[in-house]
């Protein structure tokens, strides 16, 4: 059974900096597509990053230049690193797991991934 728990959120001041983890039990993240999405009230849940077993990394429109994903294999953990915060980065993130080898373009959908964490709140504020 795959089990992934986040950690990490909290509040924050805006232009600050988080970093989430993702800890994975029952798959090896080495060898594992994972994803982080996030979900604000009201709001359809949005892809935010993933990283592929071949190491390539992938960015939604929002996030680019400013949250980076990284891997430790050593803690089969995720990791995700947030710069330069917005109070638009206000949500809950959830960390993903997907099965096989999902292509590039896939790794946005929700449909892609059969494991998530139950998320971790993220708040940007004044």
């Known amino acids: 059974q795959v089990q992934l728990t986040e950690s990490g959120g909290g509040s924050v001041q805006p232009g600050g900096s988080l970093r989430l983890s993702c800890a994975v039990s029952?798959?090896?993240?080495?060898?594992?597509?994972m994803g982080w999405f996030r979900q604000s009230p009201g709001k359809e849940r949005e892809f935010v990053a993933a990283a592929r077993s071949n190491g390539a990394t992938y960015y939604g429109d929002s996030v680019k230049a400013r949250f980076s994903v990284s891997r430790d294999n050593a803690l089969n953990t995720v990791h995700l690193q947030m710069n330069s915060l917005r109070p638009e980065d206000t949500a809950v993130y959830f960390c993903?797991?997907?099965?096989?080898?999902?292509?590039?373009?896939?790794?946005?959908?929700?449909?892609?991934?059969?494991?998530w964490g139950p998320g971790t709140q993220v708040i940007v504020s004044s």
């Open positions: 993903a797991a997907a099965p096989g080898s999902p292509i590039s373009s896939a790794l946005r959908w929700i449909r892609t991934y059969d494991s």
């Open positions: 029952g798959r090896t993240v080495s060898t594992t597509a």
